[in-house]
């Protein structure tokens, strides 16, 4: 092997691993259940913090919190509309991701 096609593979190796603990972070993500709540009504579609708070009977300084975290990670995004911040799903690959979660759940 040349030394070149080494340090490709090497590069190779390094994103990978970059790449699943990646994807590790995500899933710890997912690993809270009022996380998986809020995303859940949010799928219904935007809502702002109040009517989550209300919908999950939790007060809003929870909720707001845990939106934080689902929009450092990218699950949730949000729009502002005068005075009222509404969020919602990222994109589809949140909503897939909590529909196959769901499927695998009720095949047990």
Do not use: W
């Amino acid at each position: 092997m040349k030394n070149t096609e080494k340090k490709t593979e090497v590069k190779q190796d390094i994103h990978m691993e970059a790449v699943l603990y990646d994807l590790a972070d995500l899933f710890k993500v997912f690993g809270d259940s009022t996380r998986i709540r809020i995303l859940c009504t949010l799928m219904e579609g935007p809502k702002c913090v109040g009517d989550i708070a209300t919908a999950l009977e939790m007060n809003q300084s929870a909720v707001s919190h845990q939106l934080k975290v689902l929009k450092q990670n990218k699950l949730v995004k949000s729009t502002r509309a005068g005075k009222a911040i509404h969020y919602e799903l990222a994109d589809e690959h949140v909503k897939a991701i909590l529909e196959l979660g769901r499927e695998h759940i009720e095949e047990l």
